[in-house]
């Protein structure tokens, strides 16, 4: 009596590897919706950021520039963004140096722009932006 070997897989086999599939495919899945949650948000940050430079930019390009603050929301109204124009001091600056600066045609003005925007769970998250211009104390007054 010959003994013929089986060939082929057991139910038991069949079944570790559907469970190990499943597996997989679960990890999978849930890379793949993490992935979609990371990039979503990786578009509002730049949508902000995009707004934040344009608003920026138009305010720092106002002549004259001064003392100023504007706001607005985006045209989707998902954003806000608010600007100040202000005269600026650099930090350390002794009082001295300060009273001095006060008598030159020249004079430092901050430009801030700050956009904030609703996340995923509601919770405001925001990005600020912000430079400094040196302009003609003749243009401030």
Known sequence: MTRTLQRGFS?????VAF?????VGTMLSGLYSGSLRNASAA???SKATLL????LAAAAATVPLVAA???GTSEDGRYSWA?????YTPPGTADPLT???QNTAMQLMRVTVDVKFPGPTGA????????????RRALLQ
């Open 69 to 71: 603050s504007n706001s």
């Open 11 to 15: 139910l038991l086999e069949v079944l």
């Open 124 to 135: 405001e998250r925001s990005i600020s932006l912000a430079t400094v211009k040196l302009v």
């Open 19 to 23: 469970v190990i599939l499943a597996l």
């Open 43 to 45: 578009e509002e940050w």
């Open 83 to 87: 600007t100040k124009v202000e005269p």
């Open 52 to 55: 934040a430079q344009g608003q």
């Open 99 to 101: 009273t001095a600066t």
